[in-house]
């Protein structure tokens, strides 16, 4: 009854943004990401004798992310399941626009159906992910992963493994706090009162096609364009939401300058950004040290991470 699971953040070229609907957390659009290899979360959830739901992050008790974990084994296990020690280890910083709920809910779901021998179908586990976070269900996949929001539920499916194209993401941190608004709750606001609302949600299908033709000719600067265009299209509706949700600081935007100077050196490398201030750089191997280096050295960068392209998420550890 305590199982493990790994799970790596995703990060996405061409963005979900915005809900169907609620109460099964349905996304308005589809999307295609990238699953990394360094980052992990390392989830490990216990059912054995205990009478109230307990959370540790990295050994600390934490409260926040609770509630969301609570819920998220009760769709897994249903309502009258035991009580959990949920232990969570995790390389980089949560809640911070790095998609740590992608690789957590990924890894606690796939950790508790391990735990209680539930034996779910992957399909059904993917479900699952998405009903507690939709990012989270792109991360039970690896590689370049699409999820599929035309069903009755979502579906997630690779279309490239990550060693069939292994472009490597820089991750330029400009900030390591947690993030003014939460991105579950910045979506309703922009669903709610942006005025380009309507036309993302219309215009999505013709961006994925595109991802999706790109990455099957391994065509980096197409893959490149598509990327960036739906990247700042996602930003601007944010922008033009009331209250407006601004995710960027100053730095954000040096680490955009920088980019454009390696594109404009014909360096391979393309930004994305998500629900937070931290850019992250999508690049060749070849391009790697350049995109790095360039990167580092912006003004307000804190920090900078590097991965390839990693597995979905799996058991690691089952008794
Ligand atoms: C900007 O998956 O965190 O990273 O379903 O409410 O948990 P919830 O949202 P979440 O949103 C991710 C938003 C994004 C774009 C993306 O990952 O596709």
Known sequence: ???????????????????????????????????LSELFTEMTIDLDGHDVDTFALNGEADESLLPRLASCLDNVLGPDRPRAAISSRCNFPVAAGLASSSSAFAAAVVAADAAAGSGHAQAELIRLAGRS????????????????????????????????????????????????VGSGEAMEISRKTSPFYSRWVEEQPADLEAARRAIADRDFRRLATVSEHNCLKMHSLMWASQPPVVYWNEA???????????????????????????????????????VRDALATTRGVVDTRVSGLGQGAHVVESM
């Open 133 to 180: 976070s939709g990012s989270a269900a792109r991360s039970l996949a690896g590689g370049f992963v699409e999820l599929d929001n035309t069903g009755e539920d979502v579906a997630v499916h690779t279309l490239l493994n990550p060693d069939d194209w292994p472009l490597r993401v820089v991750i330029a941190v400009t900030e390591s706090g947690p993030k003014p």
């Open 1 to 35: 009854m305590r199982a493990t699971a790994t799970a790596h953040p995703n990060i996405a070229l061409i963005k979900y943004w915005g809900k169907r609907e609620i109460a099964r957390n349905l996304p308005a659009v589809g999307s295609i990401s990238l699953t």
């Open 252 to 290: 954000t935007m040096s680490c955009l300058y920088t980019v454009r100077e390696l594109q404009a050196g014909a360096v391979d490398v393309f930004f994305t950004i998500d629900a937070g201030p931290q850019v992250k750089a999508i690049c060749t191997a070849a391009a790697e040290a350049a």
